[in-house]
């Protein structure tokens, strides 16, 4: 890594991203129906929940629009995006805006052609593995995973560890820290309306009980709120 690629990672207070081939594998399913169905890593939604946890914001800038992607976003709790949006570099100055975010101190991921605006606007550029040669030389920074393969969660680990906030990701006890200030946001959330917690609107809460709380330990000796609701938070994790 290059100390220009160090200080530029450093300066960063706003990740845009592409979706697919970027937080996808770039693969369209139809169903019997026609609706277009996608898949999205794990690992790449993590990373940007860390991210937003560490202060910095995240954008998505689809040039698709699509309930599922929709429901992603939701998921993760991202405040702004473009969708259906293929001129993408009025689309960065204004994301930039709504951020309150120089252009400098911004990050773009992209896959592909459609891309290549916003690699021009923004301070820091990223392209997938996956991505095609004349794609890659014009991003400051080559990825080695692929589009929905982790792609994002590597851009992601790199501005942190540059940051000075690696234990982030890659210690319990930074890990925990985050998951705590996390379980007491979406607390406070629910007291003044203001947030409405995921986990409360899908099976993944009425399976968290009998998954972790049923055995006769937990049963006899249960955890307290503030422990319950962490342990909630990591394995709302598992959705993202």
Request: glycine content about 10%; some cysteine.
């Amino acid at each position: 890594m290059t100390t220009e690629l160090q200080e530029k990672l450093k300066q960063v207070k706003f990740v845009i991203t592409d979706v697919d081939g970027v937080l996808t594998d770039g693969l369209l399913h139809y169903d019997a129906n026609g609706e277009a169905l996608k898949s999205f890593h794990v690992r790449d939604g993590l990373g940007i929940r860390m991210l937003m946890e560490a202060g910095i914001q995240v954008a998505v800038l689809s040039g698709r629009d699509s309930a599922i992607l929709r429901k992603r976003i939701a998921d993760l709790g991202i405040k702004l995006a473009f969708l259906g949006k293929l001129e993408k570099e009025s689309a960065c100055f204004e994301l930039c805006r709504q951020a309150g975010v120089a252009p400098e101190q911004t990050a773009y991921i992209g896959d592909d052609s459609v891309d290549l605006p916003a690699f021009a606007v923004c301070g820091l550029s990223f392209a997938v593995a996956d991505a095609p040669e004349y794609v890659k030389n014009y991003a400051d920074y080559t990825l080695g995973l692929g589009g929905g393969k982790g792609a994002f969660r590597e851009m992601s680990d790199m501005i942190l560890n540059a940051q000075g906030k690696a234990e982030i990701y890659n210690s319990a006890q930074g890990f925990l820290k985050t998951a705590k200030i996390s379980a007491r946001i979406f607390e406070d959330g629910e007291k003044d309306g203001a947030v409405k917690t995921p986990w409360k609107t899908t099976a993944l809460f009425d399976s968290y009980r009998g998954r972790i709380l049923n055995p006769p330990y937990f049963a006899i000796h249960p955890f307290p709120p503030f422990l319950n609701k962490i342990l909630i938070f990591l394995d709302f994790q598992l959705l993202y």
